[in-house]
């Protein structure tokens, strides 16, 4: 949980202590496990995030994370639903639990984002969207907010409230890849081959079809800390055990899962502090 460094992701917080960065995720450490090994593995630990104390949020929660070697994203999938059915059908003996279709409500960003903005999130213009934006209560994104910050703010203001029920949202667009794979989509765009999974209209897991190019992740890592300069957040130096063990990872897909929210929206709590 605790490593020498941290994580560059601008909207996550890290907690320094003397001795080094709290982790945000176990990803880094598992993905050092993963090169040694070749092998699949899970792990449920405390992650922790500074300044995230809300009805949703907490600064230390716990967190569910696996990686399946030589699966595709469709067959991650898959095992979520499995896992789910199994965690809800044992709950539910002694519970009155929000219901899980089965299978899962599987869809891609794009339908979702036209189908209520009537835009498409890949091709739309900044200005285009940045309009979108002043439509809803999104005060807090000024002028010369990124591409990915105005889709992320429509996204979770517009769209993410009605996804009550389980749903599959996969195909994200291409600015929001993080630590995902490109890959192209039906239509002819880029996209990130990443899912996330929404109950309860709020986001509980998310998956990446895992980044295994060293020097790509570099790169990104790179424009996140140009970012973090810009809003006056510290820089994070890579983590050279991360893009080692990255040119020997093998194919793999990964998943976070959040457990404190997930027994949110299973239990119906207004609140995380509840669980």
Same mark, same amino acid.
């Given at each position: 949980?605790?490593?020498?460094?941290?994580?560059?992701?601008?909207?996550?917080?890290?907690?320094?202590?003397?001795?080094?960065?709290?982790?945000?995720?176990?990803?880094?450490?598992?993905?050092?496990?993963?090169?040694?090994?070749?092998?699949?593995?899970?792990?449920?630990?405390?992650?922790?995030?500074?300044?995230?104390?809300?009805?949703?949020?907490?600064?230390?929660?716990?967190?569910?994370?696996?990686?399946?070697?030589?699966?595709?994203?469709?067959?991650?999938?898959?095992?979520?639903?499995?896992?789910?059915?199994?965690?809800?059908?044992?709950?539910?003996?002694?519970?009155?639990?929000?219901?899980?279709?089965?299978?899962?409500?599987?869809?891609?960003? =794009? +339908? %979702?984002? @036209?189908? #209520?903005?009537?835009?498409?999130? $890949?091709?739309?213009? &900044?200005?285009?969207?940045?309009? !979108?934006?002043?439509?809803?209560?999104?005060?807090?994104?000024?002028?010369?907010?990124?591409?990915?910050?105005?889709?992320?703010?429509?996204?979770?203001?517009?769209?993410?409230?009605?996804?009550?029920?389980?749903?599959?949202?996969?195909?994200?667009?291409?600015?929001? =890849? +993080? %630590?995902? @794979?490109? #890959?192209?989509?039906?239509?002819? $765009?880029?996209?990130? &081959?990443?899912?996330?999974?929404? !109950?309860?209209?709020?986001?509980?897991?998310?998956?990446?079809?895992?980044?295994?190019?060293?020097?790509?992740?570099?790169?990104?890592?790179?424009?996140?800390?140009?970012?973090?300069?810009?809003?006056?957040?510290?820089?994070?130096?890579?983590?050279?055990?991360?893009?080692?063990?990255?040119?020997?990872?093998?194919?793999?897909?990964?998943?976070?899962?959040?457990? &404190?929210?997930?027994?949110?929206? !299973?239990?119906?709590?207004?609140?995380?502090?509840?669980?």
């Amino acid at each position: 949980m605790l490593r020498e460094y941290g994580s560059s992701e601008i909207h996550l917080d890290n907690l320094i202590l003397e001795q080094g960065y709290l982790q945000t995720s176990p990803e880094y450490a598992m993905k050092g496990l993963i090169a040694d090994s070749g092998r699949s593995i899970y792990q449920i630990c405390p992650a922790f995030r500074g300044g995230e104390e809300g009805r949703r949020h907490r600064v230390e929660f716990q967190m569910l994370e696996w990686y399946r070697v030589d699966y595709s994203l469709r067959e991650l999938m898959i095992d979520l639903e499995s896992l789910l059915a199994r965690a809800h059908s044992a709950l539910a003996s002694d519970e009155v639990l929000l219901p899980l279709p089965q299978p899962l409500t599987r869809v891609a960003y =794009a +339908t %979702l984002f @036209e189908a #209520r903005f009537g835009a498409c999130p $890949h091709t739309a213009s &900044d200005d285009e969207l940045m309009e !979108l934006c002043r439509s809803l209560p999104l005060a807090h994104l000024e002028e010369g907010a990124r591409r990915a910050d105005m889709l992320d703010a429509l996204f979770s203001t517009g769209v993410e409230p009605d996804l009550v029920r389980g749903t599959l949202v996969s195909d994200f667009p291409a600015c929001q =890849a +993080t %630590l995902a @794979e490109y #890959r192209i989509d039906d239509a002819g $765009h880029q996209v990130a &081959d990443r899912f996330e999974f929404f !109950l309860g209209g709020m986001e509980i897991a998310n998956a990446y079809q895992e980044l295994i190019d060293a020097e790509e992740l570099s790169r990104r890592f790179s424009e996140n800390n140009a970012v973090r300069r810009t809003v006056g957040k510290p820089e994070i130096v890579d983590d050279p055990g991360l893009l080692e063990a990255t040119t020997r990872m093998p194919r793999c897909a990964g998943i976070a899962l959040g457990i &404190d929210r997930l027994l949110m929206a !299973l239990f119906k709590e207004a609140s995380i502090s509840e669980v």
